[in-house]
């Protein structure tokens, strides 16, 4: 997802969610969609990372067209709507509802104002030391904690693939580490029983924190490299 235009990929999406019947459950529309069958974490993590798309649009076409930030509200409204529609009890039309005409015209022209992003900057071996560093003390951290061993170890396997993405040091750049500190959140902040257990515990808020690290040192090269606000919320940051 993070060599892609992030708006073509959230054009990509409203279209197949319009395609789809509107009387589906709304966990098996986003199955489909993100074609993670019954695999429930793996959506989570999938729907995580979909829901950072509209801050990563915003911020490219701020970059791009400044000054015009109020013109987006309405679309990035309606996306958010779309994925916060409760996916045991809901119906798919009412994703399809959030979708509407306006939106759909506005994605196509943030798709086309867009160019493709080109790989990030090779993080240098002193960054990736320093988040290294920052990551396996928080995993010190999770192992002291008293989180149940099911969470734990969600936690540990996301955090162990931003660490492997990290050892990658002929090719690792800003955007594959974001990209995968991306699914690491996301998988944290959409997994109900997850959050749960790290805002009780206050890992989430050691998470928050330790991710956060992450993102101010990529964002350095990469500028639109941010964590969202309303994460710190889920997580127990703040």
């Known amino acids: 997802m993070s060599s892609e235009n992030p708006a073509s990929k ?19 529309g986003w199955s489909r969609i993100f074609g993670t069958g019954n695999d429930n974490a793996q959506l989570m993590a999938e729907m995580g990372q979909a829901m950072l798309l509209p801050r990563k649009v915003l911020m490219e076409l701020n970059e791009r067209f400044p000054g015009q930030e109020s013109i987006h509200q309405h679309w990035v409204n309606k996306v958010t709507q779309a994925f916060l529609v409760d996916g045991n009890g809901g119906q ?55 989180l149940s ?29 974001e990209d995968a500190i991306h699914r690491t959140m996301g998988k944290a902040a959409m997994d109900p029983h997850v959050r749960e257990d ?21 964002g350095a090269i990469n ?16």
């Open 92 to 146: 798919w039309k009412s994703v399809q509802q959030s979708f509407d005409a306006h939106t759909i015209s506005a994605l196509t022209m943030a798709s086309n104002n867009l160019s493709t992003p080109t790989p990030g900057a090779t993080i240098g071996a002193t960054q990736i030391t320093a988040m290294r560093e920052r990551l396996e003390k928080f995993l010190d951290d999770l192992e002291a904690s008293e």
């Open 149 to 177: 061993e099911g969470t734990k170890e969600v936690v540990r396997q996301h955090i162990g693939k931003v660490l492997d993405t990290l050892d990658e040091r002929g090719i690792t750049s800003s955007e594959a580490v």
């Open 223 to 238: 500028d639109s490299a941010q964590l969202p606000d309303a994460l710190r919320n889920l997580l127990g940051g703040g």
């Open 10 to 28: 959230l054009l990509e999406i409203a279209e197949q969610a319009k395609g789809l019947r509107d009387n589906l459950r709304v966990r098996d």
């Open 198 to 218: 790290l805002q009780k515990s206050g890992v989430g808020k050691k998470l928050y924190e330790a991710a956060l690290f992450v993102y101010a040192t990529i």
